[in-house]
T-cell receptor, first 113, second 115 residues
Framework: AQSVSQHNHHVILSEAASLELGCNYS??????LFWYVQYPGQHLQLLLK??????LVKGIKGFEAEFIKSKFSFNLRKPSVQWSDTAEYFC???????????FGTGTRLKVLA | GAVVSQHPSRVICKSGTSVKIECRSL??????MFWYRQFPKQSLMLMAT?????????EQGVEKDKFLINHASLTLSTLTVTSAHPEDSSFYIC???????????FGNGTRLTVT
């Protein structure tokens, strides 16, 4: 069965620190990859997505993610976090041809001002 | 664009009653809608997939007679929790997508509490 692992459950950073959140998935075929963010009290919002092409994907608010097929990974990065990045981040995978998304357990990020 | 409205945001009901949750795509046609359930400190668990005009496809372990899903139009899907029990208390989230390989767009979720 397909699964998505996010190894960091809670991350606390100071403003201006760099961020990297890990995401690994288990599926041998073609995948579509996503990062969603959920700010406190708000709904899930798409940060960025990868379908094909350049494995380095740039999203909104300065976030980027790199798809490394050999490692089954899609880690999220931001060079300098802000207090407003405090939120929960979810990695999701859907297999090409289906529309079912499998989500990771989420990483709760807290950025200290 | 791509706004999904979910209603109600919170509902409290008594055990044994039924609750209906609505999910609407406001500015796009949602050929497929998904219903998720989220337990505290856990990930979103897919309950079912519904395509407009056809029966929903339920994930393993999800009781289709308990969680009735209707997707009567391209902009509306409903989830009815029938004969609710306290263990059904949870956060239910709907999402919708357009035709083809497009990302999901999420509603704000519904916090259901069954007393």
């Amino acid at each position: 069965a397909q699964s998505v692992s996010q190894h960091n459950h809670h991350v606390i950073l100071s403003e201006a620190a760099s961020l990297e959140l890990g995401c690994n998935y288990s599926y041998g075929g073609t995948v579509n990859l996503f990062w969603y963010v959920q700010y406190p009290g708000q709904h899930l919002q798409l940060l960025l997505k990868y379908f094909s092409g350049d494995p380095l994907v740039k999203g909104i608010k300065g976030f980027e993610a790199e798809f490394i097929k050999s490692k089954f990974s899609f880690n999220l990065r931001k060079p300098s976090v802000q207090w407003s990045d405090t939120a929960e981040y979810f990695c999701a995978v859907s297999t090409s041809g289906t529309y079912k998304y499998i989500f990771g357990t989420g990483t709760r990020l807290k950025v200290l001002a | 664009g791509a706004v999904v409205s979910q209603h109600p945001s919170r509902v409290i009901c008594k055990s044994g009653t039924s609750v209906k949750i609505e999910c609407r795509s406001l500015d796009f046609q949602a050929t497929t809608m998904f219903w998720y359930r989220q337990f505290p400190k856990q990930s979103l668990m897919l309950m079912a997939t519904s395509n407009e005009g056809s029966k929903a496809t339920y994930e393993q372990g999800v009781e289709k007679d308990k969680f009735l899903i209707n997707h009567a139009s391209l902009t509306l899907s409903t989830l009815t929790v029938t004969s609710a029990h306290p263990e059904d208390s949870s956060f239910y989230i709907c999402s919708a997508k357009m035709r083809g390989s497009s990302p999901l767009h999420f509603g704000n979720g519904t916090r259901l509490t069954v007393t």
